[in-house]
């Protein structure tokens, strides 16, 4: 927001790039859970676009994507973010973007010593020369602890009118801000790619291990933002649907997924994961029963309704917490 601002500010025409890996937190989880419903509901990229005046592009690169997150150059991070491989691939194909439609340069919010991996002062040089945008990327918001690049050479930009904003602090950025007249924006020291967050990788690692293989769908990666995810024997997990808004969310998986849900009381919808017996489908519905309103009951009735339609009841006798081993949650 702030870079784009920048550049604006000197008449420069700018339009943005929104890609969309499946990975992002934004739009996602908080438009689904009730303990996020007072944040607005509102893609960022597109809101942000809308406050520049600006022309915003989406740009789908879900299996692009894949050979980033399953093989990076470069290694992870703290979880399984290729923060450095993503960010280079990103700069690449908007590189690829503006010579396609004549435009002169990039820009993008990179601040030197920002970030652990893309945003040092010895990767930042990687990014541009992977990425093959080389010294048309241009960073508004730290131009002056670089070496000047092209549009700052040819004064397409004025170098005097850019920042040198460097280190971990918002505060400067914040102040920018202010300045600009900006007072609703996104959390400025969050990031927004769930591969950086340590429960979401350790069920991606899990989803790996279970199959065999490293790869995944969309459908694997949103549904791994969604409800419990417990293993209780190694050939199958549940979701389980923690509030309303995830059962209405997983309802749309039902044909894809064996499911269960309890019918004597309130209670959540539940995926199975994987291939399993009878004695895996008790197991299932006990569960089941347990995160339900008859946790305390004696006896609940549970429906198992198989992918290909077939369904039938079980009355079971629910989990206690004792019977479920931390070690199953994924």
Known sequence: ??????????????????FFT????????????????????RNNALWVAEQLGIKLHFV?????????????????????NPCLDCKSFMVG?????????????????????????????????????????????????????????????????DRERLHDFHGR???????LAESFGFTDYAQPAGGCCFLTNRQYASKLTDLWASRGRRDYDLD???????????????????????????????????????????TSHQGPLTLIDGAGGDDD??????MTARFSQGRDAERVTVEIVECGGESRSLEVAPLDPDEIPPSWYV
């Open 1 to 18: 927001m702030l870079a784009a601002k920048v550049v604006l500010e000197q008449g420069v025409r700018v339009e943005g790039l929104n």
């Open 22 to 41: 499946g990975f992002c937190v934004e739009g996602h989880t908080h438009a689904i859970r009730k303990q996020d419903r007072a944040r607005p509901k």
């Open 60 to 80: 789908d690169v879900v299996e692009e994507y894949k050979p980033i997150v399953l093989n990076p150059k470069h290694g992870y991070g703290a979880n399984l």
């Open 93 to 157: 194909r908007a590189n690829d973007w503006r010579r396609e439609r004549g435009f002169d340069f990039i820009i993008t919010g990179e601040v030197v010593g920002q970030r652990p991996m893309s945003q040092r002062r010895d990767t930042m040089p990687v990014v541009a020369r992977e990425s093959g945008a080389g010294d048309r990327l241009l960073r508004p918001l730290c131009a002056k602890r670089l070496d000047p690049t092209l549009p700052e050479r040819e004064g397409w930009v």
């Open 169 to 175: 602090s918002r505060k400067p950025q914040m102040a």
């Open 220 to 262: 694997d990666v949103m549904l791994l933002k969604v409800g419990r995810h417990i293993r209780p024997r190694p050939h199958f997990k549940l979701i389980v649907a923690r509030e309303e808004g995830e059962n209405r969310y997983l309802e749309g998986y039902r044909k894809r997924f064996t499911h269960l849900r309890t």
């Open 281 to 286: 489908l008790l197991l299932a519905a006990r």
